[in-house]
């Protein structure tokens, strides 16, 4: 089976950086995604790590540890339009991904 | 460039009516599709996912089912509407085939409440 685990709530002020941590438990492995969701919206993709080690997006980078089962989504110079529920998922597994429950990000001036 | 609909946006149905949910991928070929249910404040919940006409798994048994008539057609139904079966209903698509990612596509979802 597959275990995702995310911190419910993170709050931080806009300018700054946030770091989202997802820890993994998993019977298989091809690799770690990352959507954002904004209230009310569908979730879209920013990022997937398949190997060890940091990808850098613009002001979003995704860090992956497959041997401690762990990832990070660091968010830099917070914007207000940042506000919104960050999903970590690992698959595929026969063709699926795994959600977990989500980090919700508030953003405040 | 590839776009994913999903009709009707929003829903209100009366518990015990049926429903029929329908997704439709534009731009690509052969894409795996995907059903998926958010209740309010909660995660994604995989429902249905298929990799050609026809095949359809499901994950989670209930009284819903998924059926792919074409290629880029994926449509969710039910015969008899449950209140617990409101909540936000996401399509989505991925690539098939060696060598993707696997990345999913989200449509923007039909939110359905049952009365």
């Known amino acids: 089976g597959q275990n995702i685990d995310q911190p419910t709530e993170m709050t931080a002020t806009e300018g700054a950086i946030v770091q989202i941590n997802c820890t993994y438990q998993?019977?298989?492995?091809?690799?770690l995604f990352w959507y954002q969701q904004h209230a009310g919206e569908a979730p879209t993709f920013l990022s997937y790590?398949?190997?060890?080690g940091l990808e850098e997006k613009g002001r979003f980078s995704s860090f992956l540890s497959r041997s401690k089962g762990y990832s990070y989504l660091l968010l830099k110079e917070l914007q207000m339009k940042d506000s919104a529920s960050y999903l970590c998922a690992v698959g595929p597994r026969d063709y699926k991904l795994s959600f977990g429950a989500g980090t919700t990000v508030t953003v405040r001036a | 460039s590839q776009t994913i609909h999903q009709w009707p946006a929003t829903l209100v149905q009366p518990v015990g009516s049926p429903l029929s949910l329908e997704c439709t991928v534009e731009?690509?070929?052969?894409?795996?599709l995907y059903w998926y249910r958010q209740a309010a404040g909660r995660g994604l919940q995989l429902l249905f996912y298929s990799v050609g006409i026809g095949q359809i798994s499901s994950e989670v048994p209930q009284n819903l089912s998924a059926s792919r008539p074409q290629d880029r057609q994926f449509i969710l139904s039910s015969k008899k509407l449950l209140l617990s079966d409101s909540g936000f209903y996401l399509c989505?698509?991925?690539?098939?085939?060696?060598?993707?990612?696997?990345?999913?596509?989200f449509g923007p979802g039909t939110r359905l409440t049952v009365t």
């Open positions: 989505a698509w991925s690539r098939l085939g060696r060598g993707t990612s696997y990345e999913q596509y």
């Open positions: 998993t019977s298989g492995f091809n690799g």
């Open positions: 790590n398949v190997l060890d």
């Open positions: 731009g690509t070929s052969n894409p795996n």
